[in-house]
């Protein structure tokens, strides 16, 4: 038996995920976007603001790998997180099988960034 997938409920939540909703505005940030705003405030070039960013994302990646957590303060905590071996349903053989060792990533907002949001 076949499950069916609601394509206009994967699209919301994919929409949900990138885009914004404020006052009826949608503002959308991509790394670009990121970039520029970055050596706008910082006063430094685009290649530096892109070297600055690409080294942080680095090296929160390189702790999560590690199996460490990163955390700031005003915007939230990640974790790494080891899932052990589970037993899992595959819907289309109709299949019990086991699902490997694998590690997850959590994010928990702080309550400053719950607060600045729910303004």
Known sequence: MRTCV???????KMFALRYFLIDSIIIYMDKQSLIKALSSNLDITQTESRILLNTTIEEIINLLQEGDSFREKDFGTFKSIIREKRMGYHPIKQKKMLLPKKRKIKFTASLGLKRLINE
């Open 6 to 12: 609601d394509t206009n409920f994967v699209k919301m």
